[in-house]
């Protein structure tokens, strides 16, 4: 804001301060021209649009989300066929996004968090190694290790015939990544139910817990027994439904495996290529939030009297987790962003499908559009979460 | 300042000895921090340890409750030997208190938390009574009115406070001190002061290393100079200050006071 | 009231054998506590499985220079794809004898770059050198005058493609993040509003969305009959992208100036844009150094995008060598020589830019 001392306000006899030197108005007048620059540059742009879409007989508007897609989709989540309409493609491709996120995210927070403590480790064997791991990983751009991994599984690993057999039932070939799953059997729905049974009862049995240890001061190991819980209340219910075991095995017949889960070259491809980058990433996000607990604090805890165990669950980890889940959500984000690279290598997400259709219909505004509409939300809501995240969670200062 | 003097004639003092340490030695790598440590502590004895830095006089006291290893010799706290054995350590740790230099309270916790953890999670002790422990350390030291205060609205002097009161929650026999004061604003020395001589009127055991002299003059039944990892003299502090015996300590007496 | 033991002369004893030297680094680092051992071996014995084999294809049994056929005999690594295509990798379609001039720019570029380390040298006529670096730099590519024969933007490519769309990149978008940093932090609410929805926005889609705007959407912004080259329009796009993030560090800086210092300038009288450029701006721009070499990292890292919208940086020179017949199917051979140009080019930057940090947190 333009701000003038007084020294350089001329007064009036009146008092009053002329136009051009009030601060106020000299800001509103400043923000309309700014705002009809942009508004002129705006109307500059969309006019020379409309001509051009009009030259080249481009549609406009949304009505093609309800045209016949005509073309095929690798793999989906839902059953699609090229016959569906554009609206169902785009909605395989958003399903295929969230799908290869949701899977990098977990899988990343988990490699991320397991080598951001090795860093820290007192054994220098394992520290060096993990350090050696987040420097090459970072300094690799993420596209390069996306076409590498693809290239490994299309012309590193051999095909079918002579697959690969690391474990049992588990398959590596130049199709894709074929493993055992058991078989479909009703027993396995109520094992689901049990253990949502299981997490409710966890649930509760913490707080019976903490109200006794708050009463009495004797501690309970709750969290052997919510592990015990979990595990064992879907586990009778397998054992009620007559332990049912069968597997539905890959088999090979022909020139491929039936039988099994089998999971597409491009979707491990991109799966892998993401998940080792950004837990390089994490990793340094989980080093610096441990790393920012002072030394003092944990001295302090163990003088008086806390175990090792305690320590780590008292004081280290709130204080340490209150810095890493800031950054820590900006890498989960990223890892979504960064799938959109998959329609570098041919695993049908988003950006891919919307790419197809923009090809297709020459609706580049729309589709692009929604790209970045789709993105965005994401955006918003995570940057929504961190916010609210780092309002409740900060550490009461004068 | 009290004068403690009619308090320091040695036969007083109860004669078992609360903290030993034969012929410690311990090295920081090459570098020998502290050489052939002898010293004996008794019961309710409050010991000042003065020197210049780097002589080892923290890593001593850090030594007393395993937040440092020694390499050679013994050290026996309340008739437990300080080994790698987990339980003992873990023991002796909650019955030695120790107050750092820089507070180090917990800032995510409340005030009245941090000094009921170590009741609730160590001795086992109901919510409430942890509490009422608690709140009764802090009015000791004259702070209970920020019970529910976080440390970080609290000035420097406060925070200390509060820090010798959270060791007094697991009733400790001995109460170490790493330059309580040394990070303090001039005006809130005395305060954290106050607070250690009513501890000592209280007979609580107490090792200080500090540079606070009123403080070992009034307080203290020795006082030791230490330098170069190695205990130079101790005496009583009539002694030590009007006769120190090696020119060490003349020389660092004559340094710090002016 | 006893007296000082003696002074003992104990500085003769030597620490325990078991705690220094090798076998105390041993003892400390690598077999600390029955965890810690047998986590020491079951590493080794991973790396005993892995490494062995790896040496053996990359360096025992790998050809290094030969012909294609000969590498498809062979069980080892094929690095003889690299001597062989190493002119088209490094400058892409560039006309094979004025390839000097690309290597030229880029040795200029690294000068420069070198040159910037050391902090004694930043003075304002190291901003003058690099002014004057970027053009001559944009003069050896383009040619055109002084006897070089002009080479038109479409035949750009490669190393000095990345190199040029990265350093250009970030040069450009500086001065825009500055001014929406300013704005975002303006109290004037129409230029606060737009300033955050632009970063929020930019900040919010992925690089390729931007790549994939530019390159189907710019030219309908144009008017009728202008084009503009693709390499621009990819270099807007970078350049748009690259200004949020700037955005964003530096108002990292602005915040970590002390109010205090608004109000002395405001309290000798200087005007806004004299605030800023004399006083908030460079104490702000000097604490945001070291993540600006981040983004730079980042900016060189994510120009390999442009691949995706056809423009031959680097990597896709590197994948249109591998769809040579003669060369196909060593992928991970090219992609490992890739690797590790952007690895030695980032890895030094990432160092620099620790270094930095620490120089500058002691108040070097």
């Not at chain 1, 001509?51 to 093609?64: D, H, S, V, W």
């Not at chain 1, 090809?359 to 692009?368: D, M, P, W």
């Not at chain 3, 060593?330 to 140009?341: C, G, P, R």
Request: hydrophobic letters at 50%; aromatic letters at 10%.
């Amino acid at each position: 804001m333009r701000k003038e001392t007084a020294a350089a306000v001329p007064s009036l006899a009146s008092g009053k301060v002329a136009f051009w030197y009030d601060p106020r108005k000299r800001s509103i007048l400043y923000q309309l021209g700014v705002l009809a620059m942009v508004g002129l540059l705006g109307y500059y742009l969309v006019s020379n649009t409309i001509t051009n879409l009009e030259k080249q007989a481009i549609a406009t508007g949304f009505g093609f989300l309800q045209k016949e897609a005509a073309f095929e989709i690798g793999e989906s989540l839902i059953s699609y066929s090229a016959a569906d309409k554009y609206a169902r493609a785009l909605l395989v491709g958003v399903l295929n996004t969230l799908l290869v996120s949701f899977i990098g995210i977990i899988l990343t927070v988990i490699i991320g968090t397991f080598i951001g403590i090795a860093r820290l480790s007192t054994n220098w064997l394992i520290n060096k190694l993990a350090a050696v791991y987040i420097e090459v990983f970072q300094d690799i751009p993420v596209l390069l290790q996306l076409f590498f991994w693809y290239a490994f599984f299309y012309e590193i690993l051999p095909s079918p015939r002579q697959a690969l057999n690391p474990f049992a039932g588990v398959f590596l070939t130049n199709r894709g990544l074929v493993f055992a799953v058991p078989e479909f059997h009703p027993a396995h729905t109520y094992m689901g139910v049990a253990f949502l049974a299981g997490c409710v009862c966890v649930f509760f049995l913490r707080r019976w817990a903490r109200r006794r240890q708050a009463k009495t001061g004797m501690v309970f190991p709750i969290f052997r027994v919510s592990a015990g819980i979990l595990v064992l209340l879907p586990f009778l219910v397998w054992l009620a439904g007559g332990a049912p075991t069968t597997m539905s095995v890959p088999v090979l017949k022909g020139f491929n495996f039936q039988g099994g889960l089998n999971v597409s070259p491009e979707f491990t491809a991109l799966l892998l290529g993401l998940v080792l980058y950004t837990a390089a990433f994490v990793a340094e996000v989980v080093r610096a939030g441990i790393q920012s607990v002072s030394k003092g604090q944990r001295e302090a805890a163990m003088s008086i009297g806390l175990k090792q165990g305690q320590v780590l669950n008292l004081i280290i980890l709130p204080q340490a987790l209150r810095v890493i889940i800031p950054p820590l959500t900006s890498q989960m984000l990223n890892l979504t962003k960064n799938s959109s690279l998959a329609v570098a290598i041919g695993y049908p997400d988003f950006v891919s499908v919307a790419g197809t259709a923009i090809n297709q219909t020459g609706q580049a505004i729309e589709g692009v559009a929604m790209i970045m509409l789709v993105y965005l939300f994401l955006s918003l809501s995570t940057s929504a979460f961190m916010n609210w995240y780092n309002k409740k969670m900060a550490l009461v200062e004068r | 300042m009290v004068n403690q003097k009619s308090e320091k004639i040695e036969s007083s003092l109860a004669n078992d000895a609360i903290i030993e340490i034969i012929e410690m030695h311990k090295w920081f790598g090459d570098f020998h921090v502290l050489q052939d440590i002898n010293l004996t502590v008794k019961k309710q004895e409050r010991i000042v340890i003065c020197g210049p830095s780097g002589s080892g006089k923290s890593t001593l006291i850090r030594c007393i409750n395993r937040l440092e290893e020694h390499q050679r010799g013994k050290i026996i706290v309340d008739g437990i030997e300080l080994t790698n054995d987990l339980k003992n350590i873990e023991k002796i740790r909650a019955e030695v208190g120790m107050v750092f230099q820089h507070f180090n309270l917990f800032p995510h916790l409340t005030i009245v938390d941090n000094l009921a953890l170590g009741p609730i999670w160590v001795r086992k002790v109901p919510k409430k009574e942890a509490e009422e422990i608690a709140m009764h350390n802090l009015e000791k030291v004259q702070i209970a009115d920020q019970a529910l205060k976080y440390p970080g609205q609290l000035s420097g002097g406060q925070q200390q406070r509060v820090a010798i009161a959270r060791s007094l929650c697991m009733s400790p026999k001995i109460m170490l001190f790493d330059e309580p004061t040394s990070a303090l604003d001039p005006e809130m020395i005395k305060e954290v002061l106050d607070a250690m001589i009513e501890l000592a009127q209280e007979g609580m055991t107490m090792i200080v290393v500090s540079h606070e002299m009123g403080f070992a003059k009034s307080v203290a039944h020795r006082v030791l100079f230490m330098d170069f990892g190695q205990i130079v003299e101790g005496n009583t502090p009539e002694e030590f200050f009007d006769n120190p015996q090696h020119d060490r300590t003349k020389l660092f007496l004559s340094q710090i006071l002016h | 009231m006893e007296k000082a033991d003696q002074i003992n002369k104990s500085k003769d004893i030597k620490p325990p054998v078991t705690q220094v030297g090798v076998i105390g680094w041993f003892r400390a680092n690598l077999f600390k506590g029955w965890f810690n051992s047998l986590l020491t071996l079951i590493t080794i014995y991973f790396l005993w499985m892995i490494v062995p084999p790896l040496i053996r294809w990359a360096f025992i049994d790998s050809l290094w220079i030969s012909t294609g056929a000969e590498c498809q005999q062979s069980d080892g690594a094929c690095w003889s794809i690299i001597p062989a295509n190493i002119r088209f990798i490094i400058f892409g379609f560039y006309p094979y004898d004025h390839q000097w001039r690309p290597l030229l720019a880029m040795a200029l570029l690294v000068g420069l770059l070198f040159y910037s380390r050391n902090r004694d040298h930043w003075k304002k006529s190291l901003a003058y050198a690099w002014f004057l670096g970027l053009l001559l730099m944009g003069l050896l590519m383009k040619g055109g005058l002084f006897g070089l024969i002009s080479v038109e933007t479409s035949q750009w490519g490669g190393l000095p493609l990345t190199l040029l769309l990265s350093v250009f990149g970030l040069t450009a978008a500086y001065p825009l993040g500055i001014v929406l940093a300013l704005g975002r932090q303006s109290e004037m609410p129409a230029v606060k509003t737009l300033s955050v929805m632009y970063i929020e926005l930019i900040r919010g889609v992925p690089l390729i969305s931007l790549l994939f705007m530019s390159s189907v959407v710019f030219p309908l912004f144009l008017p009728q009959g202008v084009t503009i080259n693709n390499i621009i329009r990819a270099q807007v796009a970078i350049i748009l992208f690259t200004a949020a993030y700037v955005a964003e560090v530096v108002r990292g800086g602005l915040q970590a100036i002390a109010r205090g210092q608004y109000e002395a300038a405001d309290s000798i009288g200087l005007s806004y844009y004299l605030t800023m450029r004399l006083v908030i701006l460079p104490q702000a721009l000097k604490i945001v150094i070291p993540p600006s070499v981040q983004q730079l990292i980042s900016a060189f890292k994510d120009t390999s995008l442009v691949v995706i919208i056809a423009l031959f940086d680097v990597l896709r020179t590197t994948q249109t060598a591998l769809s040579d017949p003669e060369w196909m199917g060593f992928s991970a051979e090219a992609y490992i020589f890739v690797a590790l140009i952007y690895f030695l080019c980032c890895f030094f930057m990432s160092n620099y830019s620790r270094r930095l940090e620490r120089e500058l947190e002691t108040g070097l």
